[in-house]
Nanobody
Framework: VQLVESGGGLVQPGGSQRLSCAAS????????MRWYRQAPRKERELVAR????????DYADSVKGRFTISRDNDKNTVYLQMNSLKPEDTAVYYC?????????????WGQGTQVTVSS
């Protein structure tokens, strides 16, 4: 089983970035997908989640209206489109997979990708 994030890097405030998370080794379409982030000296935060078929999404208040989660089950990939980025969005971003929408537990985790928002 693998979840591999990509797309991180340095971006200026107000800019956009799209993260990808490619899944393998499990039936991707059976799992709800989540994006988390963790900034230095802060708790890990659930940023966004999406249901198996993509029909339901949910966002943290801190990113609502700026970030969009989506998935392509044919490509076994989940995305996080991030717009109007702020310095406080700087963090390591992780994707995760869970078989149960209502649990906080995750079955699989990626290794993370660093996003730095700075001028």
């Amino acid at each position: 089983v693998q979840l591999v994030e990509s797309g991180g890097g340095l971006v200026q405030p107000g800019g956009s970035q799209r993260l990808s998370c490619a899944a393998s080794g499990f039936t991707f379409s059976d799992y709800h997908m989540r994006w988390y982030r963790q900034a230095p000296r802060k708790e890990r935060e659930l940023v966004a989640r999406i249901s198996t078929a993509g029909g339901t999404t949910d966002y943290a208040d801190s990113v609502k209206g700026r970030f969009t989660i989506s998935r392509d089950n044919d490509k076994n990939t989940v995305y996080l489109q991030m717009n109007s980025l702020k310095p406080e969005d700087t963090a390591v971003y992780y994707c995760a997979a869970t078989g149960i929408w209502w649990t906080s537990a995750n079955d699989y985790w990626g290794q993370g990708t660093q996003v730095t928002v700075s001028s």
